[in-house]
């Protein structure tokens, strides 16, 4: 933690990290190591990172963080005996005695006929697709508090904002690598570049607080941070003196900034391990019709400067644009080498991986295609509605889809909107949920996960 600031100090890349290649070689040579200790087989995830916050609040330089860091996770098998170890200790002495220490845990694991590394003929054979993850441009906190200034300036500036709860920019960067003992070994780079503003409106106990952030691979995609704090300052004052709506069933539109959230549920639902413990909502609809015609929704890890772009899986396995939903129809489960096995399905290369543990599944970048239709038009005709631009809480059960969260947002009437909403919440079941929605054409790809603008009607609101 640095809370002075000077030109020029602590640049962003630090001599810690590690290029490509020799993180390549530190992963691969702690799977030498587990060899030699008794593993019948193995593989290694080395990450290391580095980043630098700049925050400002009032004008004023509130905190200057900087972190960097190194871990190193190691998963052996000895016959279907397995077990993880992980250090941020990478010296020779400690990575003998991670080998050693996970071989001997192995050994004493219970079996587990799914344990084991990806099929080695499923392992990624081909060079590395040039996804441009890694922007060289040079960053000091200086650039980061000047940004961070400009973002709370503009922010500020909008008539009616009161106060801030701060500005921040960032620039951070990591490298990834996998070794396994049955041939794979590579690595990557990824950086990043962020500005975030949040701030309050009103006076007293009538206050309204709004943000806006915006996150990029490379810094010249990154928005303005006048921009960004405009957004933040218009969106706290149009959230002034809001009213309480009553209950009942209503049509609800989610603001893509949260909208993204319901594939989130989507992408939980259909994992291999989801459905090999027969704990998924979606269990049942395998190749059937989840929303309505014509939908789609698409994972693409290979997008350039995708945020969770990724060239392989954690376990090594190429990856691949996937059409999760096509035509409303789910296609298939997102399933790694154990569940896998598990479901008699081969894995889809959709493994995702800590730095402790085995692999787990999920997606990258996730979007829901646009849809034909205008924002405007999408709620044109809702006599009596909401708009929703914030949730809050997690009320949403896996295994029957049941949802209940808390929301914020606008009221629309005759198809406008008709003023701010507060201290509300939309509940209904992900399943029809799913069948009712309806996407706006307004798809943006500012987040991990996009939606455009969606309608689903049905649902049930609980107000005064």
Request: proline letters at 5%.
């Amino acid at each position: 933690m640095h809370k002075g600031l000077q030109p020029g100090a602590f640049p962003l890349y630090a001599p810690i990290m590690l290029t490509n290649e020799q993180a390549k070689d530190r992963a691969a040579d702690l799977v030498r190591r587990a060899m030699t200790a008794g593993a019948d087989a193995c593989d290694v995830v080395y990450s290391g990172d580095g980043a630098t916050q700049v925050q400002m609040r009032l004008g004023v330089l509130e905190d200057v963080d900087r972190s960097e860091g190194e871990d190193i996770g190691l998963r052996v098998f000895v016959g279907n005996r397995s077990a993880s170890a992980s250090s941020s200790d990478l010296s020779i002495e400690a990575m003998n005695a991670l080998a050693e220490r996970a071989v001997a845990m192995a050994r004493e694991a219970p079996e587990d006929p799914y344990a084991g590394l990806a099929p080695e003929n499923r392992l990624m054979q081909d060079e590395l697709p040039a996804l441009e993850l890694f922007d060289k441009t040079e960053v000091h906190p200086q650039d980061l508090r000047e940004r961070a200034l400009a973002a709370e300036e503009a922010a500020r500036s909008v008539k009616g904002v009161t106060n801030s709860e701060g500005a921040g920019a960032s620039a951070s960067m990591a490298v990834m690598a996998l070794a396994t003992s049955h041939g794979f070994a590579a690595s990557y780079s990824g950086s990043s570049h962020g500005i975030s503003a949040s701030v309050l409106a009103g006076e007293g106990g009538s206050m309204q607080r709004d943000y806006a952030y915006h996150s990029a691979r490379h810094l010249s995609d990154l928005e303005a941070p006048q921009d960004i704090g405009k957004v933040a300052g218009d969106r706290a004052i149009a959230r002034l003196n809001p009213i309480k709506l009553k209950s009942g069933a209503m049509p609800v539109i989610f603001d893509p900034r949260v909208g993204n959230s319901l594939l989130g549920h989507l992408a939980g639902a259909i994992t291999g391990a989801a459905v090999a413990r027969k704990t998924s909502f979606l269990l049942d609809r395998l190749e059937k019709a989840v929303f309505a015609s014509g939908v789609q929704v698409i994972d693409d890890p290979l997008r350039l400067r995708g945020l969770r772009s990724r060239p392989f899986d954690g376990e090594g396995l190429a990856t691949h644009r996937t059409q999760i939903i096509l035509d409303g129809m789910l296609t298939g489960w997102l399933v790694d080498s154990a569940s896998g096995r598990q479901l008699g399905l081969p894995p889809t290369g959709h493994a995702t991986r800590g730095g402790g543990g085995g692999p787990g599944t999920g997606t990258s970048n996730l979007h829901m295609a646009a849809g034909n239709v205008s924002p405007a038009d999408l709620m044109a005709d809702i006599k009596y509605g909401i708009y929703v631009n914030e949730l809050i809480g997690m009320g949403v059960n896996g295994l029957t889809g049941d949802y209940s969260r808390g929301a914020s947002g606008f009221l629309i009437i005759d198809g406008d909107i008709a003023g701010p909403v507060a201290e509300v919440t939309i509940a209904g079941n992900l399943k029809d949920m799913f069948a009712a929605l309806i996407p706006a054409n307004d798809l943006e790809f500012r987040y991990a996960t996009n939606v455009p603008t969606l309608r689903v009607d049905g649902m049930t609101l609980a107000g005064d």
